[in-house]
């Protein structure tokens, strides 16, 4: 290879393999740094959520059993206020998580849509407008379709995700309640 080769094809291409690799390390040290923090951070949000579709709960134990995907969290109150879960529906713009609080006698207490991905405007409202999730207070943990609901004007792929993932819940909630 020439030098006038080597100036014009290959050293080009050695300099952005070689810029390529240290970004792509860079990125990836980045990420093994900030997971942890992230994933600590979303841990207090959920626990947050968690209190407030419940707020008559002492502390919360996770409760083990459930196999289910969508099933992220579930936790059950100590004092005996009811059981809490985090799950999640397929949204428009991805996964749409929220918590869910059930009594022991299987009442919706509460339930509280988490930030997603869903479009801002239409299926962001899920959890900018708490009215939304209101409507599902005092509902039973029985399984309910989409015209069961007042649904969000202009984001029903998002609130098909809200109720899959209510009934995700449900579900999940009524298989604990058959082992208790």
């Known amino acids: 290879m020439t030098s006038k080769q080597w100036n014009e094809y290959a050293k080009p291409i050695v300099v952005l393999v070689v810029i390529c690799i240290v970004t792509s390390l860079l ?7 900030t997971a942890p923090v992230i994933e600590e951070n979303e841990r207090k949000v959920a626990q947050a959520a968690y209190y407030e579709v419940m707020p008559a709960a002492t502390s919360f134990v996770p409760v083990e059993g459930i196999d289910n995907a969508d099933v992220l969290d579930v936790q059950k109150d100590e004092g005996g206020a009811g059981i809490v879960m985090k799950v999640q529906g397929q949204g428009f713009g991805g996964k749409v998580p929220c918590v869910v609080a059930f009594d022991m006698e299987g009442t919706i207490i509460g339930v509280k849509f988490l930030e997603n991905s869903e479009t801002k405007g239409y299926g962001s ?38 109720v899959q993932a209510l009934n995700t819940a449900i579900d999940a909630y009524n298989q604990l309640k058959e082992g208790m």
């Open 125 to 162: 409202r899920l959890y900018e407008d708490s009215s939304f999730a209101a409507q599902f207070a005092g509902m039973p943990a029985e399984s309910f379709a989409i015209g069961d609901i007042d649904a969000l004007a202009g984001a029903t792929v998002s609130s098909k995700a809200a």
């Open 27 to 33: 990125l990836a040290l980045t990420n093994q740094l």
